[in-house]
T-cell receptor, first 113, second 111 residues
Framework: DVKVTQSSRYLVKRTGEKVFLECVQD?????MFWYRQDPGLGLRLIYF???????EKGDIPEGYSVSREKKERFSLILESASTNQTSMYLC????????????FGQGTRLTVV | QKEVEQDPGPLSVPEGAIVSLNCTYS??????FMWYRQYSRKGPELLMY????GNKEDGRFTAQVDKSSKYISLFIRDSQPSDSATYLC???????????FGTGTSLTVIP
């Protein structure tokens, strides 16, 4: 059974903290993505990675960075958390080419207070 | 204009009804068309995907793509309370497989 695992389901952090969200996939997928999901706005792409140590900015990268040191792990970093980063964060992975399916993790609901 | 437009609903139907969920898109380069289902507080899961115009059926679900009109639909027959969820349409352009999502339609099926 394929799996994308996010390290936390719920997180509460204080404004200004550095926050790490971890995502691990066991499918040997090349592509990994971080999205945030907000009511009425849908899924917005923050960053994605096509390979180890590779990263590309998505639509809303400001205030975020990422790290991909190993193929299976893709980390999202909030350098200095702010209240407007309170959201549901979703990690996904795909294999390029014919398979179009993106596999999602369960999501991390982050609240910044 | 957003690349993918989806009616957010919410949609509320009685059990057994036929449900129609729709998305329109503007980019003719999209080649893969997907529907994801997302239960409350969970990640999205793939329901159906297709890459050609026409209909694709899977049990009570039918995905329809009309590339000439840039319009996709998901039909749910004999809807069940367990179908209550948010439904997201998604599209991608190979080979990079970057995805473009609709905002989601919230569906409630009332027993």
């Amino acid at each position: 059974d394929v799996k994308v695992t996010q390290s936390s389901r719920y997180l509460v952090k204080r404004t200004g903290e550095k926050v790490f969200l971890e995502c691990v996939q066991d499918m040997d997928h090349e592509n990994m993505f971080w999205y945030r999901q907000d009511p009425g706005l849908g899924l917005r792409l923050i960053y994605f990675s096509y390979d180890v140590k590779m990263k590309e900015k998505g639509d809303i990268p400001e205030g975020y960075s990422v790290s991909r040191e190993k193929k299976e792990r893709f980390s999202l970093i909030l350098e200095s958390a702010s209240t407007n980063q309170t959201s549901m964060y979703l990690c996904a992975s795909t294999s390029p080419g014919d398979s179009a399916e993106a596999f999602f993790g369960q999501g991390t609901r982050l609240t910044v207070v | 204009q957003k690349e993918v437009e989806q009616d957010p609903g919410p949609l509320s139907v009685p059990e057994g009804a036929i449900v129609s969920l729709n998305c329109t898109y503007s980019n003719s380069a999209f080649q893969y068309f997907m529907w994801y289902r997302q239960y409350s507080r969970k990640g999205p899961e793939l329901l159906m995907y297709t890459y050609s115009s026409g209909n694709k059926e899977d049990g009570r679900f039918t995905a329809q793509v009309d590339k000439s009109s840039k319009y996709i639909s998901l039909f749910i027959r004999d809807s069940q309370p367990s179908d209550s969820a948010t439904y997201l349409c998604a599209m991608s352009i190979p080979p990079g497989n970057q995805f473009y999502f609709g905002t989601g339609t919230s569906l409630t099926v009332i027993p």
